[in-house]
């Protein structure tokens, strides 16, 4: 049976949706941070991982294991700034980076 509004069939399409727009609207920032926050474990994991083996390493080391963060690219600098942190790591020196996109920059190499 047809409705008496034409246009009530119409107005449940855009109330789903609106209500498919929302969800997404929500659960794409969860996902992505959810994301974010698997790449941040896995790159700690591969830190740990390197100095299991008595291996010193720079941030380049650790994102040709784990590959670039979704997102921003500097979130390696900040990730990286909490490892060290969190693992008490101190530096051994300064290398040229290897990365054609750092074009030769000096990074920290951080070990135990």
Do not use: Y
């Amino acid at each position: 049976m047809k409705s008496a509004n034409p246009n009530a069939s119409d107005l449940k399409q855009q109330k789903a949706l609106f209500s498919s727009t929302e969800l997404a609207r929500i659960g794409i920032p969860e996902v992505i941070e959810h994301t974010r926050i698997s790449w941040a474990f896995a790159f700690e994991q591969a830190a740990k991982d390197l100095l299991a083996e008595g291996k010193c390493f720079t941030s380049q080391d650790l994102v040709d294991i784990v590959g670039w963060p979704p997102g921003s690219h500097s979130q390696v600098g900040a990730t990286m700034q909490a490892v060290t942190k969190r693992l008490k790591l101190r530096s051994h020196g300064m290398i040229r980076g290897h990365h054609s996109t750092s074009h030769g920059a000096k990074l920290e190499l951080w070990g135990k």
